[in-house]
């Protein structure tokens, strides 16, 4: 609900406005002098300010210059007579909204006063998406860069010189690779190695919106453009301006939004939702997908003539199991990365351990491995990750992948039963043979634990 101070010394004026204002489901909070007001500005907020220019303390410009100085986003309104409107308008020049003379023309003064609630909510918000990009530019511009691709393995070097290359232009990039492979920190590296590194960097992930409101987020829309749009609203490419825009997850945007993303990579242009006034852009179109599109445009869920637009340069980014090598760099990287955040001092991995993380699968990637890593640094107890601190399904892919039962003749049951025995030996192993301590870990009944130690003959 937005928030009005209605400052006058007329009682009946102030019964009057609260009258027609409160229908319009605004929040209303009086005052009658000018130091009243002072005091309540000084412990609240508002979106909107109507003041007389006459009070009895002082002159309502007052409360101008107070907003003008701390830099408040909100709009103020001047209730004047006729004949000070030289000074209404002089108040103007130095930022009030607009100015009413008395009496009120109540159907003007409702128009007026929605009209600077409007425009006090677009600062606000535009204020939000900057205090956003600032931080963005000021924070990351310096650590979102080729440090952060870490790896001095064959294929993300590659990955590396090829941003590098990239970087320089302005061409549109799509970055494929599985889920946690690095896609967001290789659109960073391309966006804060270009000229346009101190401008925007808008990130919009396309798969957590509905169609409806992604179009909003993407391109804005016009207040009354949908219901619930009270405002006019910045979209992120208009934000994005001069900027990078990256389109996480694009292989999730719905048709209608595709057509519409391809105008703006043709012509730059586009409309708000609700609108029809084109708006241009200059905006770096960098997407990413853990998609194949080439099997999404077959099936026509994925328009051939985007893809071509945002593939000009294909850039792919190698699962961390086909780049092995990189495990251990990444590994003491998040040990000392977590090791400062968590105050707890590991100097390393044991050898054991690193050898079954070099033959786990990371199904989840680099931030699969992240995780894990930041997991076990908080909870061990050694001043050194050991085997004792690995997570279950890096043990269990190990266990399957054992040499032993690849070497298997034999049925698919011979195959199953081999597997079961190495799984109910390696928790008897753990837990000391504690019978109902492995039956709980293991998720099955304790008679059933011992029917399979009586099959396996492990008593």
């Given at each position: 609900?937005?928030?009005i101070?209605?400052?006058d010394d ?6 009057m406005?609260r009258?027609?204002f409160e229908?319009?489901?605004y929040?209303?909070?009086e005052a009658?002098t000018?130091?009243?007001?002072h005091?309540?500005?000084d412990s609240?907020?508002?979106?909107l300010?109507?003041t007389?220019?006459k009070l009895p303390?002082?002159?309502?410009t007052?409360?101008l210059?107070?907003r003008?100085l701390n830099k408040w986003?909100?709009e103020i ?8 409107v030289?000074t209404?308008v002089?108040?103007m020049?130095?930022?009030?909204f607009d100015?009413?003379?008395k009496p ?6 409702e128009?007026?006063?929605a009209k600077?609630?409007e ?8 204020e939000?998406?900057q ?10 511009g310096s650590?979102y860069n ?9 294929g993300i070097?590659?990955?590396?010189e ?5 970087s ?12 946690g492979?690095?896609?967001e920190?290789?659109a960073r590296?391309?966006h ?6 101190n401008?925007p ?6 798969a ?8 909003s987020?993407?391109?804005g ?8 749009a009270?405002n006019?609203r910045?979209?992120r490419f208009?934000?994005a301006d001069?900027?990078?825009?990256f389109?996480d997850e694009?292989?999730d945007l719905p048709?209608n939004t ?5 105008q703006v990579?043709?012509e ?8 029809n006034e084109?708006i241009?852009?200059?905006v770096?179109?960098?997407a990413?997908t853990?998609?194949d599109?080439k099997?999404?445009?077959k099936?026509?869920?994925f ?10 340069v294909p850039?792919c980014?190698p699962?961390?199991?086909?780049r ?13 990365k977590f ?6 001092k590991?100097?390393g991995i044991?050898?054991e351990?690193l050898k079954?993380f070099k033959?786990y699968s ?9 995780h894990?890593?930041?997991?076990m ?5 050694s001043?050194e990750l050991q085997?004792d601190d690995i ?12 040499e ?5 003749k034999?049925n698919l049951?011979?195959?199953l039963d081999?597997y079961e025995?190495?799984i109910v030996?390696y ?12 039956a709980?870990?293991?998720g ?6 011992y029917s399979?130690?009586e099959?396996y003959n492990?008593?």
């Open positions: 609900m937005e928030k101070l209605l400052v007329n009682e009946p004026i102030r019964k406005i009258r027609v229908k319009s489901r929040e209303i909070t009658d000018l130091k009243l007001a005091d309540i500005l609240k907020q508002f979106d300010i109507i007389d220019l303390d002082g002159e309502g007052e409360l210059k107070r003008n986003l909100t309104i001047i209730i004047t007579a006729y004949g000070d030289a209404a002089n108040a020049k130095s930022g009030a100015f009413v003379i009120l023309n109540i159907d003007e003064f128009v007026k006063v600077a609630i425009e006090s909510s677009l600062k606000k918000s535009n939000k998406l205090e956003t990009i600032n931080c963005m530019v000021d924070s990351e650590e080729f440090v952060e691709i870490i790896g001095d393995s064959v070097n590659d990955v590396k090829l941003i590098k290359k990239v320089k232009t302005d061409a549109s990039i799509l970055i494929t690779g599985e889920s492979v690095g896609k920190l290789a590296a391309i804060f190695n270009s000229k346009r590194k401008k960097f808008i990130k919009v992930n396309c957590v919106f509905s169609e409806g409101i992604l179009e987020e993407l391109f829309h016009e207040k009354g453009a949908f219901t619930g009270f006019k910045l979209g208009e934000v001069e900027g990078t825009i389109l694009i292989g048709m595709q057509v519409k993303l391809l990579l043709q730059f242009t586009f409309e708000r939702v609700g609108g084109p241009k852009v200059d770096r179109v960098i990413a853990n998609q599109l099997k999404k445009i099936n026509g869920t328009r051939e003539d985007l893809f071509y637009r945002v593939n000009v850039v980014i699962p961390l199991r086909k092995r090598g990189d495990i251990e760099i990444l590994i003491k990287h998040y040990i000392e090791s400062e955040e968590s105050k707890n590991i100097s044991s050898k351990t079954l033959n990371w199904p989840g990637n680099v931030r699969e491995l992240e894990i890593i930041e997991r640094v908080i909870l061990t107890s001043d085997e997570p279950e399904e890096i043990i269990i892919d190990n266990v399957i992948k054992n032993e039962i690849l070497k298997i034999g049951k011979d195959f081999n025995k190495k030996i928790y008897l192993d753990k837990y000391n043979y504690d019978r109902k301590e492995v709980k870990q293991l099955i009944k304790l008679s059933t634990l399979k130690i099959k492990l008593k």
